[in-house]
């Protein structure tokens, strides 16, 4: 039963709680006061939140998984999930046979091709893995029975309540990740309905099934969290003494220092010819390498990544996964001539283990032989294996 349908009967008093759900699950006096604050708070028909909690199962599960997010791995380990062979060879895949999209969302949102297809390749393998749990249940299970952050996820169980409703859909009929997060671009549900755009036109806003919309919606996103076209996100760095830097360390990766600065406390920044100045506002961001500490300097479109998920190793993988992404699918890259520890012709035959895509400028025109044909991508399957998506999303601007 539609739930703007079911909220008309309970008002009529034609159907009940008690009649609809045989096993509805207990509200709790907590539950009941919570749910009259959210109702007031969202907008949404206290009849419809309720009806959502009858129909929501708390899994324990659930809780296990947030308290163990992949971000608490070192950046060596968390890296090689995604920059793989697979993912690069399908981004450049998919950038190709959505190349007229993706052309248009750079023009309409000013966001990067590349950059938009990196973050369907981390978040969903570009659609093939959108999560199995019920969206209702894990709403439920972090809204009601999470403390820690309770007030962001109970919020959000409003917030799907009242996406269901507008989109008509079952509440308990959508799934997505372990914390909510849904569709091709795993957007939250307050994000669904702040960022979510009808792309290709044809009256629904749908971030499961159109390619389209997802394209839009990300790159919708990003304009919103103050992405600039063009612009750097970070370069591999050197440092000569770490002393020297160690107070600019730690903390959110937002740019705290100039390159200026950097240079006179010893860090050597490799990028292409021209793309730093000295008045560059930068943060200096150490990560956990193979063999000992690596560093970067990022840019504030490096935090603009930050918005989707508060991680830097997630920032961190999705620029280096769109510009594995971008070179395989036949686009310059401008890069340094080298990098610590690597000779140029080296990094050439390994890109992905040899992770030497830091290079970013104004992306130029591809050279195609012949029009690109623009075809959408297959629909995708459902609960077809496990679901993986990078953990935590944070596209509810949760802090």
Known sequence: ????????????????????????????????????????????????????????TYQPKIIEMITKPWESKPWYKYRTIFLTDKRINEGAAFLKRNLKELERAEQVF????????????VETTYGQNMGSWKIVDALYTLGFHYPKRA????????????????????????????????GMAQFMPSSYLSYAV????????????????????????????????????????????????????GGKPIPNVTVGELKRRGVEIYAPRGAVKDQDKVKLLELDGDDGKIYYVVYPNFVSITRYNTSPLYAMAVYQLSQEIRRKAGYRIDEPGFRPGHHRNDMHDNPVHHDNSHGHGVPPKP???????????????????PHAPAPKPQHGRAS
């Not at 000013?110 to 390749?121: P, Q, R, T």
């Not at 792309?199 to 389209?212: E, V």
């Not at 591999?236 to 020297?244: C, L, V």
């Not at 050279?367 to 294996?385: D, L």
């Open 151 to 182: 007030q962001y996820f109970s919020k959000e169980f409003a917030n799907y309540v009242k996406l269901a409703s507008n989109q008509e859909w079952d509440v308990d009929g959508r799934s997505g990740s372990y914390a909510g997060a849904m």
């Open 367 to 385: 050279q195609h032989n012949g029009k690109t044909e623009h075809t959408p991508a297959p629909k995708p399957q459902h609960n077809s294996r």
């Open 198 to 249: 009808d792309f290709n036109r044809d009256g629904k806003k749908d971030l499961f099934y159109s390619p389209s919309d997802a394209i839009g919606s990300i790159a919708n996103y990003f304009k919103n969290s103050k992405w600039v076209f063009g612009k750097p996100v970070a370069f591999e760095a050197e440092i000569t003494k770490r002393s020297a830097v160690a107070s600019l360390l």
């Open 1 to 56: 039963m539609k739930l703007k349908s079911l909220v008309a009967l309970i008002t009529a008093g034609i159907v009940t709680f008690t009649g609809i759900c045989a096993d509805a699950a207990e509200i709790t006096k907590q539950t009941s006061h919570r749910l009259a604050e959210l109702s007031r708070e969202t907008n949404v028909d206290i009849h419809l939140l309720r009806h959502a909690v009858s129909h929501a």
């Open 110 to 121: 000013g966001v990067e091709k590349e950059i938009i297809v990196a973050i369907l390749g």
